[in-house]
């Protein structure tokens, strides 16, 4: 059975940093596509970042470009986010998900996406 699990979220101050973990089991990931999506609340899911299945291509949602840094380790089966100078309205659940059906990224919405995890909250105060 596949699973996606995040951790790492949490309360952090504006300006602070935290750094997501998504451990994938059940399958081999190291092919796919990994991606972060982030949902407010009464807000639509919406995408975050997204890696290749080398990692050597990323691609960013223009709200986090250059406070936020997606990589992966395929050994270990991870995939990270490192966030940077978090704002009050980066405050949201933050879902881990992975596209099985290419290596190269296709999709910044989230039907591209087919398995995701239970998310993490991450919570940004003023």
């Known amino acids: 059975q596949v699973h996606l699990v995040e951790s790492g979220g949490g309360l952090v101050q504006a300006g602070g940093s935290l750094r997501l973990t998504c451990a994938a089991s059940?399958?081999?990931?190291?092919?796919?596509?990994m991606a972060w999506f982030r949902q407010a609340p009464g807000k639509e899911r919406e995408f975050v970042a997204a890696i290749n299945y080398s990692g050597g291509s990323t691609r960013y949602a223009d709200s986090v470009n250059g406070r936020f840094t997606i990589s992966r380790d395929n050994a270990k089966n991870m995939v990270y986010l490192q966030m940077n100078t978090l704002k009050p309205e980066d405050t949201a659940v933050y879902y881990c998900?992975?596209?099985?059906?290419?290596?190269?990224?296709?999709?910044?919405?989230?039907?591209?996406?087919?398995?995701w995890g239970q998310g993490t909250q991450v919570t940004v105060s003023s």
């Open positions: 998900a992975a596209d099985r059906e290419s290596p190269h990224i296709r999709f910044t919405t989230a039907r591209g996406y087919d398995y």
């Open positions: 059940g399958r081999t990931f190291s092919n796919d596509v």
